[in-house]
């Protein structure tokens, strides 16, 4: 039977979970003890789709990249651990009471266990009407979040050095530029470092929008930007040269609970959300070829992650670049039937799968291969794909506890590189609030249920990039920032009001690992 059916079945046996926890409850678990994957595998009977030794013993598979995988835990740890510290440090500091001594033992309390100091005047004030707890909540995620740009950004610029090798294999796969656009989900905000692992590169933009559902015209802008580079500056190859713009979308779901974990842009549907990205991408590649007519040069890509274990599927495109719903390499499925291979045989059947995937019948019928550049890149997607399944089995026992939504903080704008680990943010990539608005609804309707269910508010931080070499763009940024800010504050004026919303505002220059730059936004 295969895993898919039988992990249906098992889930069928157990009583659906209640849908309604009374208010609260259920966020109360989620934040302060998740209850692990392995745990709720355990009580669920659950197999893992990759390492049937899960939850008991992790499987090692011989293309795993183990010293990666340590270095990025104590990154994870490092990152997470900042925000995890400060909802029980602000609960200790709410219990020690009015008294004189309140701010200076407040203070001393968050030097210790955040790192970091909380803002003197709303301490000073705590003696009228108690500390605004709310305030220094969203104070604190962004202190916490300067602290972690701070701090990896070192490794950012490590990562820069790593994605020159990226750019030289894109190239050799014959690709000039790609474009990945995922789902805003805070579940997929490792999607570069850890789930696909592909470094910062010059050649790789990213974006993320509410189900994956990204505009159109602003890609072909894009497009254009990368083709006219290649006619003006020969880079990364000459406009002769028959090379390829590549555009992925990411779309996800839930293998433990597919109907309520899944993407909630699309109901929770992963049909629903796989045909809806790979329309937009089939919409983008015939917005090139009828704008830009013949040889246009385009192939498309579609990835689906599931956000329980972080395995991927790749539909793999047939020769004339095609893509269909019912195409694709299952990474867990991959993993698993190559666990006792060594490396070159493993190697070989990462190829052989995608041949297979290339044969497929019914209703994934394609017509033939793709080319050879193109079953490179799938091939090294799922090779690095692997490492994190066992990153997943190995540091949070094959499925993460925090199944849902976690979000720390609502990251708007051009996002940041330096922290870049699942469930730290909800992101919307948004240029205008007016374009902004469906992406920005989708994040405050999460936040409405993980912050102000609870009493909190919603840290929404702004961040944009500015060019250092273009003069006035500095300035520029900074009025862009607080145009945003006023908009988003009229388009949530109760939560505003209510002290429900606080926004945060930053520029960094263009290069990576440049100094984060607070802007106040009055
Ligand atoms: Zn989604």
């Known amino acids: 039977m295969d895993t898919r059916k039988s992990l249906a079945l098992r889930r069928a046996r157990y009583a659906p979970v209640p849908q309604h926890a009374p208010i609260g409850m259920a966020q109360a678990r989620r934040f302060d003890a998740p209850r692990s994957g392995a745990a709720y595998a355990r009580a669920e009977g659950l197999e893992h789709p990759a390492c049937t030794t899960l939850p008991e013993r992790s499987c090692r598979h011989a293309l795993v990249d183990r010293a990666e995988n340590a270095r990025l835990w104590e990154c994870e740890q490092g990152i997470t651990n900042r ?137 072909v802008r894009h497009w254009e930007h990368a083709e006219l580079r290649r006619v003006r ?28 974990e899944g993407c909630a842009a699309h109901g929770s549907d992963q049909r629903v959300a796989t045909e809806a990205a790979l329309a937009r991408l089939d919409e983008f590649r015939t917005a090139i070829e009828n704008a830009f007519c ?50 070159d045989r493993a190697q070989l059947a990462v190829y052989d799968a995608i041949r297979a995937a290339s044969e497929t019948k019914g209703w994934g019928h394609g017509e033939g291969m793709p080319h050879d550049g193109m079953r490179r890149l799938i091939a090294t997607l799922l090779i ?16 993460y506890g925090d199944m849902g939504h976690g979000e720390r903080f609502v990251s708007v704008g051009d996002g940041f590189p330096e922290v870049q680990v699942r469930n730290i943010a909800y992101y919307a990539r948004v240029d205008t609030v007016e374009e902004g608005a469906l992406d920005l609804d989708v994040g405050v309707k999460i936040f409405r249920r993980l912050n102000v269910e609870r009493g909190l508010p919603i840290p929404m931080a702004l961040h944009y990039r500015f060019d250092g070499r273009v003069p006035g763009s500095r300035a520029r940024m900074e009025n862009k920032i607080r145009r945003v800010a006023a908009a988003i504050r009229g388009r949530y004026a109760a939560l505003a009001e209510q002290g429900l919303l606080y926004l945060h505002g930053s520029i960094q220059d263009l290069p990576l690992g440049s100094p984060m730059e607070e802007v106040a936004l009055a």
Request: hydrophobic fraction near 40%; charged fraction near 25%; charge should be negative.
């Open 83 to 219: 925000f995890d510290a400060i909802a029980p440090t602000l609960q200790d500091i709410a219990g020690l009471g009015p008294g004189r001594a309140f701010a200076a033992r407040a203070q001393e309390m968050a030097r210790e266990r955040l790192g970091f100091e909380l803002s003197a005047p709303v301490l000073e004030r705590a003696w009228v009407r108690g500390p605004d707890m709310g305030a220094l909540y969203a104070e604190a995620v962004f202190a916490a979040l300067s602290s972690a740009v701070a701090r990896f950004s070192e490794r950012i610029r490590e990562e820069a050095a790593a994605g020159q090798s990226l750019d030289s294999l894109l190239v050799d796969c014959g690709f000039h530029a790609v474009d990945i656009s995922a789902c805003s989900d805070g579940r997929l905000k490792g999607l570069f470092p850890y789930i696909l692992r592909l470094p910062a590169s010059t050649l790789v933009r990213r974006s993320a929008f509410a189900g994956a559902l990204f505009d159109v015209e602003e890609d």
């Open 233 to 260: 500056e020969g880079f990364p190859t000459t406009a002769d040269v028959g090379s390829r713009y590549l555009k992925v979308a990411v779309y996800h779901g839930s293998s433990r609970e597919p109907t309520r």
């Open 294 to 343: 013949c040889g246009a040069g385009t192939d498309i890509l579609l990835i689906g992650v599931d956000t329980d274990t972080d395995a991927i599927r790749i539909h793999v495109p047939d020769a004339k670049g095609d893509v269909s719903a019912y195409r694709y390499v299952d990474n867990a499925e991959l993993y698993r039937n190559t666990l006792g291979l060594d490396a």
């Open 384 to 399: 690095n794909n692997m490492s994190q399944i066992e990153y997943v089995a190995e540091y949070h026992g094959g499925w």
